[in-house]
DNA sequence: ACACCATTTGTAAGCGCTTACATCATTAAT
DNA sequence: ATTAATGATGTAAGCGCTTACAAATGGTGT
């Protein structure tokens, strides 16, 4: 059975290599500086000991965590996820640890949760969105932690962003609906208040319409959270319109994804009866059938060029450059020109 | 622009307030024990200072964190998604804040993330499946560190756990599967390499076909990892031996959904040619097309009493009562009779 | 032989917090 | 009035680590 060992620390590994703990701890972060001999030794304790550094006392002590926080709004679907992922893997790459955490699109929620990840010493912070009150930028500040701005990029934002326009995305979408010749146009926006990313995305259409000279009245809204069923909900309430919108184009693939559910549930056939349009091209879009047009956002990329950034600005070595990453409309099959007025 | 602020320290609040730091440390922590007067004094100051406590600091001198850790295979789809955020909410209920990561299936990086989330304080650990190495725990009893394994429940096994037979619940849908008429079976497991719950699938179909009185010809099994892509090249090869089996079991969702797709590339009709089943009942189940029959695995509540079980393992109040969750089969329209032999 | 420098290691002062224990002020009981 | 008990607050010792600085060691050039 042996004795009731509990964890051992630095001091129980430098006495077992007979060294102090200084050269202990030279050994663990800056092995370069200690002679071959001695490191063995230490190494050899450290594992025959089975020790690992106590975090906390080392982010105390040294006033840097490796960490980086993310702050998003939902982990329920799969919007952030792949993003995130690549996010996580360049910063791995890096050094650095991803600690991650979603507000449910709670901006009280979000600012909490910025709170604690700043407590728990993340030396910089990814953030979705511009949309936030000035005052979490001067807790930052006063913190002196980092804070990049992803998914979303606006030139006159002071903050560093790595991004892409969603009213530019969203506007390309709707011109390939208007070419494809509607008039009558629904749109199922997620929740606009404090998501700038949805405001832009219903602000594209708007420009698409007014460059087309359509006014107002061809565009119906209907604000919805980011729910499969609520999309559905949504569907059918516009649906039940008269005359009928002949394309509806969703905030994003979730909401789309509701809206082709309840089609088929209804009997309403896509593209044929009504079209049916997405944003974001998340693994569901090329799923469902019909498959979902929407607008490619290169995730990876951006999440990725997120890592590199916030990590330089970590270390000191960037500002925060802005960045905007292309997106571009993928044509699949639910949108299609919109059936005879008959 | 006022002086340059750092983030207040707990000195900075006893100083301002009045007061010792220990009263202001039981102002945050133990607030019934400080005299009103004083409590609002301290409040006050913590307020108009904007402080923060310190996390390391906490956690070294509390020992203590209030953070328990869960390693899940993978963020990537929605298959732990649910189960997480149930888990997480109630956690959080409790007072707990939860650090998730992903070791990617790989029991290297899984042993990597623990010993983190270890280093990091956590004071218990939520992890998936049995199959593990045993050393694992033995630096778990050593740390004290309870930790408890969910999606699983098998009796014999020794840890605490809350979860479902895998085997049992396949098995029922199998049985399902026998009662519709099929008699060429093929699955498309996960990898069961250190994985009990996608060799317990794998098992539960076996049982029933032996029940059944079928002989191991009776099942084709492929094994791939838990993608959509892979789910698709899987059943591509499926159909292409002869004879063709009628019906094609998945090991979960994905897989199914890949299949899906992969079936309606090549003009193979679900149900009519070829019979398709899930496992997990995600979201994503019910709104491919056709939609899938599946087993349907209670993640909320399979979450939330993992979280009360955990807490109290961490509070000493519990050593871990092992709970099996009971699952159901879901019928929806990819699984019917095999079509004539014509 | 010496001074000088570079390299390796040790010493010890914190980092910001919690908490056991000591102190002091009240109040209740005798 | 005296004592004991109770409650509020203060004092100070760490928690396990990093790192500035000091000390010791060894190699060079003269």
């Keep these: 059975m042996g004795k009731t060992r509990s964890a051992p620390t630095l001091t129980d590994v430098a006495r077992e290599a007979g060294v102090s703990t ?14 071959e001999s001695t490191r063995q030794r230490v190494l050899q304790a450290v594992e025959s000991l089975g020790y690992t550094p106590n975090f906390a006392a080392r982010v105390m002590a040294a006033k840097r965590s490796f960490t980086i926080g ?15 992922q690549a996010f996580q893997d360049e910063l791995r790459e890096r050094g650095y640890t991803l600690l991650v955490s979603s ?83 629904a749109m199922i926006s997620g929740l606009t208040e404090g998501n700038d990313r ?7 259409v708007r420009q698409a319409l007014q460059a087309a000279g359509l006014g107002e009245g061809a565009l119906t809204l209907i604000e919805t959270p980011y729910e499969i ?10 649906m039940a319109l008269e005359p009928r919108p002949t394309v509806v184009m969703c905030g994003n693939d979730v909401l789309a994804a509701g809206a082709l559910r309840e089609a088929k549930g209804m009997g309403i056939a896509v593209p044929e009866q009504v079209s049916v349009t997405g944003f974001d091209d998340i693994e569901l879009a090329a799923i469902v059938s019909p498959a979902l047009t929407t607008v490619h956002v290169p ?10 950034e ?9 500002a925060g450059q802005p960045e905007c990453i292309s997106t571009h409309v993928v044509t699949r099959q639910s949108l299609a020109a919109p059936p005879d007025p008959s």
Aim: hydrophobic share 45%; charged share 25%.
């Design 22 to 35: 200084a050269t202990v701890s030279r050994c663990l972060n800056t092995p370069e500086r200690v002679i």
């Design 70 to 84: 993310a702050i998003i709004p939902t982990m329920d679907n799969a919007i952030f996820a792949r993003g995130l």
């Design 103 to 185: 507000s449910a699109y709670d901006p009280e929620a979000e600012r909490e949760q910025i709170r604690t990840l700043v407590a728990r010493g993340a030396d910089g912070l990814l953030l979705i969105g511009h949309a936030r009150d000035p005052q979490i930028y001067e807790y930052l500040d006063r913190h002196q932690v980092p804070s990049l701005v992803a998914w979303s990029y606006v030139p006159e934002a002071r903050r560093p962003s790595v991004g892409f326009s969603n009213a530019c995305a969203m506007r390309a979408l709707a011109e390939s609906v208007l070419a494809a010749g509607h008039r009558r146009i």
């Design 198 to 204: 949805a405001l832009s995305r219903v602000e594209g």
């Design 229 to 238: 069923d609520k999309g559905a909900e949504a569907f059918r309430q516009l």
């Design 299 to 308: 995730h990876r990329e951006m999440g990725r060029k997120a890592a590199r």
């Design 310 to 318: 916030l990590v330089a600005m970590v270390e000191g070595t960037s």
